[in-house]
Antibody
């Protein structure tokens, strides 16, 4: 079964750093891109960026460029989304999704809730 | 910037047809896909490349696209189809989601 398993919920303070993960299984991890999608409470879906795990090439939405970093470790079939300094406005659900390049996201993780509060 | 606009809500009676539009510049020249998201759940792909249905998605879901508008059609709507629906397309290597439509089955 193709799966993306995301790391657990996080509660952080403003200014702290964070890295969340997304582990793929049941398929060739390097054959598909991984996208990250944000959903703020009660709001719609926002694409943040994607990575090609085969060569770690990344592409970011202009809205998120410079605010987050997407990376991957193909040896353990895992993609990451990280922040160096969180803000309260980063409070959201974050989904990873397998992307059939370049068109659509066919498998989604269950999401990681990130709460940033002092 | 490239934006995709959807009506905020759509109501449909059980067994009737729901048509959910998604508008954007030259959308007919781009591939469009659609995602269904039920409360507390992850999105699910229901239509890709304008008209194709992934394995496991009921035949009552169909898609079309022409000009500046793509449309998701749910024929014979069931109570289980009540959800938020998002269109999505690409612009210069960036994925763009529509604003989302909440479908209520009354």
């Amino acid at each position: 079964e193709v799966q993306l398993v995301q790391s657990g919920a996080e509660v952080k303070k403003p200014g702290e750093s964070l890295r969340i993960s997304c582990k793929g299984s049941g398929y060739s991890f390097t054959s598909y891109w991984i996208s990250w999608v944000r959903q703020m409470p009660g709001k719609g879906l926002e694409w943040m960026g994607r990575i090609d795990p085969s060569d770690s090439y990344t592409n970011y939405s202009p809205s998120f460029q410079g605010h987050v970093t997407i990376s991957a470790d193909k040896s353990i079939s895992t993609a990451y989304l990280q922040w160096s300094s969180l803000k309260a406005s980063d409070t959201a659900m974050y989904y990873c999704a397998r992307q059939v390049a370049p068109y659509y996201m066919d498998v989604w993780g269950k999401g990681t809730t990130v709460t940033v509060s002092s | 910037s490239f934006d995709l606009t959807q009506p905020p809500s759509e109501s449909v009676s059980p067994g009737q047809t729901a048509n959910i539009p998604c508008s954007g510049d030259k959308l007919g020249d781009r591939y469009v896909c659609w995602y269904q998201q039920k409360p507390g759940q992850s999105p699910v792909l229901v239509i890709y490349q304008d008209t194709k249905r992934p394995s496991g998605i009921p035949e009552r879901f169909s898609g079309s696209s022409s000009g500046n508008t793509a449309t998701l059609t749910i024929s014979g709507t069931q109570a289980s189809d009540e959800a938020d629906y998002y269109c999505q397309a690409w612009d210069n290597g960036t994925a763009v989601f529509g604003t989302g439509t909440k479908v209520t089955v009354l």
